[in-house]
């Protein structure tokens, strides 16, 4: 049974443009719900004006990106996010709904609005224009249990390199998405201080706004070289998510994600 307070938490929705110069809207949520576990899957429902909500898509990311919505001048679009348990779905009516002008700051106005969908489109230009084609897999964080090696008792997966769940505890493991990467042509030079010696840094390594990425998520280059993200910086102006700045690190030799296509 589901309470009013076990919603979706968090949620976030705010225009931006895709790798293509393609106006779309980006919704973002917490992927813990209060006093709820074994979440299986998110459920996205669309609404014009705040009314008939339907359903739109479903996924095991805490994130989506509507890419069907006609982008209108005045357009109210609202939306709901469910989730999925073995128990059922959570509620739609008392679900939260938002929309972009829900969440619009009083400090928001359009000339804001305009001056970062500007520095998005550039910046995606770049990417579109200069940046390398990759395959991101992102970890799920919610799903279904690995029914191979997942331990109800310590709710954790037991057996780091399966085959089904990938070592993540649920099947299937990461969801893929391919994006553009652009790895900084011009190395950072540190200066070490205490001995005068000028050591050279990693260049810097940029992806744009979508899909969010995090630590542990998996990159699969051009050349089929497999990286594993170890840090990420998600610079954000208000609600948008304007730039990702990652580390990367080479993936281990006979780690399970070397198995994902």
């Known amino acids: 049974m589901f309470l009013k307070e076990n919603v979706v938490q968090n949620i976030q929705v705010y ?15 917490s992927p813990i719900v209060p006093g709820v576990q074994d979440i ?31 982008i ?3 357009a109210e679009y609202w939306y709901k996010i469910t989730y999925l348990t073995n128990q059922g779905e959570s509620s739609l009516e008392e679900a939260i709904p938002v929309s972009l002008w829900t969440m619009k700051p009083e400090s928001f106005n359009e000339r804001t609005y305009w001056t970062l969908i500007s520095q998005i489109r ?32 310590v709710r954790v997966p037991i057996n780091p390199r399966c085959d089904v769940c990938f070592g993540t505890g649920y099947i299937g493991g990461y969801d893929k998405f391919e994006t553009k990467l652009i790895i900084s042509p011009t190395p950072e030079l540190i200066r070490e201080e205490d001995t005068g010696r000028v050591r050279l840094f990693q260049g810097r390594v940029f992806l744009p ?53």
Request: include cysteine.
């Open 15 to 29: 225009r931006t443009l895709d790798v293509n110069g393609i106006e779309v809207i980006n919704i973002e949520w």
């Open 40 to 70: 299986i899957s998110f459920k996205i429902y669309r609404g014009i004006g705040g009314k008939n909500f339907e359903f739109l898509a479903e996924t095991t990311q805490p994130f989506y990106q509507d890419t069907n919505a006609p």
């Open 72 to 74: 209108k001048p005045g």
């Open 122 to 153: 550039r910046q995606n230009l770049v990417f579109l224009n200069f940046g390398e084609k990759v395959k991101i897999f992102i970890k799920k964080r919610v799903g279904e249990k690995c029914n191979k090696c997942f331990d109800e008792y």
């Open 209 to 261: 706004n979508y899909p969010p990425v995090h630590e542990e998520d998996i990159l699969i280059m051009q050349d089929n070289t497999r990286k594993m993200i170890s840090n990420v910086i998600h610079w954000r102006f208000q609600l948008f998510l304007i730039l990702q700045e990652v580390q990367i690190t080479e993936l281990a030799k006979g780690h399970p994600a070397w198995l994902l296509e």
